[in-house]
């Protein structure tokens, strides 16, 4: 990743002059920026430079924004719940026949993690930071955006009628299953997305059959796969199983 004083990964792009653009700049708008071209390059591609670059300005124009690359990640985490809000404000709400069934809150939180794997899908190179990334800030500083995700989600479960301590058990599991689930299956990268043969087409044909007969065997559902349904489907077992669990306590 290139410092701020080495153009690194983006030597010889060429510069953008700066341009009337420079006075509708704002931190939303710098963020999307950011985010597109991560989207596009990667993560390792991002510095100040090459932001500026792309929205046609100097790079200490930026620094209004986000005062360095560190907030800059920051920010883009911040850009993805944004998304994730966005997306579910957008959304109607699910039908819900029965309150008293467990299907009504069940549908939202399908809903919040469906919305949460929609963006995470169309930001594939960003995930893994929006996965780690609030690892190192302590819970009250983190992003409104992300806070207001994590209170709906609370509110959601506070609905299905546990107490505090159970909501809380819940949530912690929920908030694991779908950021672990996604990492995983983000991490599956396709080894020839030409080939039709599944197991050519992740490479797996490479492996020994006589040390590797089960990843072997499975290749074809490790290929073709609904990611959204698998999502929901390990939510409702656990759901099932801890749920239970909290309200037995």
Excluded: C
């Excluded at 597109?36 to 430079?49: I, K, P, Q, S, Y």
């Excluded at 957008?90 to 399908?110: M, T």
Aim: no cysteine; glycine share 6%.
């Amino acid at each position: 990743m290139g410092s701020e004083g080495n153009p690194g990964p983006t030597a010889g792009r060429n510069e953008k002059p700066a341009s009337p653009d420079r006075a509708r700049l704002s931190r939303p708008r710098v963020l999307r920026a950011a985010v597109a071209l991560v989207d596009r390059e990667g993560l390792a591609a991002l510095t100040m430079r090459s932001l500026a670059s792309d929205l046609g300005v100097e790079p200490m124009a930026l620094y209004r924004y986000a005062a360095g690359k560190e907030a800059l990640l920051d920010g883009m985490v911040e850009a993805f719940y944004v998304e994730v809000n966005d997306s579910l404000d957008a959304e109607p709400e699910p039908v819900r026949p029965d309150p008293d069934s467990g299907v009504a809150w069940r549908a939202e939180v399908h809903r919040i993690a469906r919305a949460f794997h929609r963006v995470a899908d169309a930001h594939p190179e960003l995930f893994p930071l929006v996965a780690t990334r609030p690892l190192t800030v302590p819970l009250a500083r983190r992003s409104t955006p992300m806070l207001r995700l994590n209170e709906r989600l609370l509110t959601v479960l506070g609905q299905a009628g546990y107490d505090d301590h159970s909501t809380l058990r819940v949530y912690r599991a929920v908030v694991g299953w779908v950021l672990g689930y996604l990492l995983v299956d983000k991490r599956q990268v396709v080894d020839n997305p030409d080939e039709p043969e599944p197991l050519l087409r992740l490479g797996l044909h490479r492996l020994p059959a006589a040390e590797y007969p089960r990843l072997r065997a499975l290749a074809s559902l490790l290929a073709d796969h609904d990611p959204a349904e698998e999502l929901t489907a390990g939510l409702d077992v656990l759901l099932d199983r801890i749920g239970n669990d909290a309200i037995a306590d």
